[in-house]
T-cell receptor
C-alpha cells in the first residue's frame, strides 16, 4: 500500500547527514509527546517520547527536543540512513484527556 | 511485527453498506485505539477502549461505533458508508493508558465505491 499524505512537507537529506524534523503543537496543556515513523504500507511505529517536564530525551540515533515556551517539538536523527526514509509524525496527548492528536507529518527523503 | 493484528487487510464495498473491522491487541495490552488515516485529514483518533470500557472519544462519526470484547479484541463498525469514508483504518494497543507506548497494527484499507 502507498503512504498517505500526498500534500506532506518533504525534507531531503544526504545519507550520513543529520536530519531535523520540526513540529508545532497546539495545546499548551499537552503533557506528553511522541514521534512516530510510518513506512510505506505499514502502520506508525513508535520512535521516542518525552513528557512535558523534560526538555530533551535521547534514544539510539534519535533525540527529541521540547520547547514549551513556543510549543515546538523536534526530532533529530543522527547519521541518516536509507532505512530512515519514511513519514514522521509528531503527536501530543492533551492534558488528562487520553486523546492522542497527530500532526500532519513530514516525509523524509534520503539522498544517496 | 508489532503484535497487533487487523483483519481484513483490504475491504472494498459500496456506498450505503456496513462493514466491520477487527483488531486483536498485543498480548497483555488492555487498551485499544482506533485511528482513521486519509489523504486530506492525516491520522485522526477515533476512539479508545480500556478493558472493555470506552475511555476516550475523538472525531468519530455517529455512523461509526466500536466495542471491545471480554477477550480484549475490538471491532470497529462503519455503517451507511460514504465515498469519503475510504481510508486506512489503524488499530493500536497499549498496556494501559495513552502514555504507554502505542503499537499499531498493519491497518485495513477501506475503499468505498
Amino acid at each position: 500500500g502507498e503512504s498517505v499524505g500526498l500534500h506532506l512537507p518533504t525534507l531531503s537529506v544526504q545519507e550520513g547527514d543529520n536530519s531535523i524534523i520540526n513540529c508545532a503543537y497546539s495545546n499548551s496543556a499537552s503533557d506528553y509527546f511522541i514521534w512516530y515513523k510510518q513506512e510505506s504500507g505499514k502502520g506508525p511505529q513508535f520512535i521516542i517520547d518525552i513528557r512535558s517536564n523534560m526538555d530533551k530525551r535521547q534514544g539510539q540515533r534519535v533525540t527529541v527536543l521540547l520547547n514549551k515556551t513556543v510549543k515546538h517539538l523536534s526530532l533529530q536523527i543522527a547519521a541518516t540512513q536509507p532505512g530512515d526514509s519514511a513519514v514522521y509524525f509528531c503527536a501530543e496527548r492533551e492534558g488528562e484527556d487520553d486523546k492522542i492528536i497527530f500532526g500532519k507529518g513530514t516525509r523524509l527523503h534520503i539522498l544517496p | 511485527d508489532s503484535g497487533v493484528t487487523q483483519t481484513p487487510k483490504h475491504l472494498i464495498t459500496a456506498t450505503g453498506q456496513r462493514v466491520t473491522l477487527r483488531c486483536s491487541p498485543r498480548s497483555g495490552d488492555l487498551s485499544v485505539y482506533w485511528y482513521q488515516q486519509s489523504l486530506d485529514q492525516g491520522l485522526q483518533f477515533l476512539i479508545q477502549y480500556y478493558n472493555g470500557e470506552e475511555r476516550a472519544k475523538g472525531n468519530i462519526l455517529e455512523r461509526f461505533s466500536a466495542q471491545q470484547f471480554p477477550d480484549l479484541h475490538s471491532e470497529l463498525n462503519l455503517s451507511s458508508l460514504e465515498l469519503g469514508d475510504s481510508a486506512l483504518y489503524f488499530c493500536a494497543s497499549s498496556v494501559a493508558d495513552s502514555t504507554d507506548t502505542q503499537y499499531f497494527g498493519p491497518g485495513t484499507r477501506l475503499t468505498v465505491l
